[in-house]
């Protein structure tokens, strides 16, 4: 039975603290074993199972919470799943918040956060963003709190609502162009602060800081090499802008962070790549970037701008467009399988490959991911 407080008409009783969607989330559940959730009420309907000690509807939240996280409301369901108590959401949001940091900290959500989580993610090693990023971050955190404590968005003001989260800011470790353009003259560092970070910028003799100089880790990318050996003919690999392309699905979520490509069979060259992640036709990222070839037959790292969420059980699909010289180291036995430490990837033919590659042989020989 549930308790609440009855109203002057006694045909209705109110749940307090318990918003009514969720109540009938939760009564339906009970009444008809029907798991009803979407986006809007899945929190508030944790929060309901959880008060009236409903497990099984509590576990579906979490599991609705865990697909459809991404940057964008990471920071929000870490704020979350440490007031639930759910240790196994935390550590997905932490997967998330890691590997797309600068995403993450630029999302909206990222401002709705309490103190405490703030804390948590600005002191956070293996956060893999510009400290410069996790610096901005912190001052929208800080305009959004002095609106909530019905405070003047004044310099003063934010870094009294930010507190001790301020020496938790790594900003010796910005580049030099980052501190000087954007730390120094934002108007929350005093002038002895931005004068001593000068210095340690600067001088041989370093003043003692109350900012951590040390950067952080981040993350070590992760590499999938899909072919057993490479080669090179007189007659191939060309290019001449046409599109080399493969699929591929992982049996758990990683963010792809961008290929690594074969270079010149002919010496030293440079290339022009155009990269693509595509799911069923959707771009999810691109990037045009130049990479520098030392006649080698090691793959040479080209990067989205963001890593890429990839969820398990999906195939996606990976395209490069080079331009180039066109002979060109080209891998060769490739393999339908590989395991990469607890990942395992899985590839096939695309359809969007005119220039010949495949699952058995051609380009894109390895995947960079975060896990």
Known sequence: MFYGELAENKDEIHIPDVEPAAFLA???????????????????TLYAAKKYIVPHLARACVNFLETSLSAKNACVLLSQSCLFEEPELTQRCWEVIDAQAELALRSEGFCDIDSQTLESILQRETLNA????????ALNW????????????????????????????RIPT????????????????????????FLWYTAAKKPELKFASQPRKGLVPQRCHRFQSCAYRSNQWRYRGRCDSIQFAVDKRVFIAGFGLYGSSCGSAEYSAKIELKRQGVLLGQNLSKYFSDGSSNT???????????????????????????????????????????????????????NGTGVQGGQIPELIFYA
């Open 26 to 44: 939760m009564l339906k559940y009970i009444y008809c074993d029907e798991i009803d959730l979407t986006a809007d009420t899945v929190l508030a």
């Open 130 to 137: 510009k400290e410069i990023v996790v610096f901005e971050a």
């Open 142 to 169: 800080a305009e959004a709190e002095c609106q909530r404590q019905e405070l003047t968005s004044s310099t003063d003001n934010k870094r009294k609502v930010l507190g001790k989260a301020m020496y938790l800011l």
């Open 174 to 197: 910005m580049a030099l162009d980052d501190f000087a353009n954007g730390a120094a003259q934002s108007g929350v560092l005093t002038l002895n602060e931005t004068n001593d970070i």
């Open 300 to 354: 040479f790292p080209v990067w989205f701008e963001y890593p890429v969420q990839i969820e398990p059980d999906t195939f996606y699909t990976a395209s490069v467009v080079l331009d180039g010289n066109e002979l060109s180291y080209f891998g060769q036995e490739g393999m339908t399988e590989v395991q990469c430490g607890k990942v395992t990837f899985q590839f096939q033919c695309s359809s969007d490959s005119t």
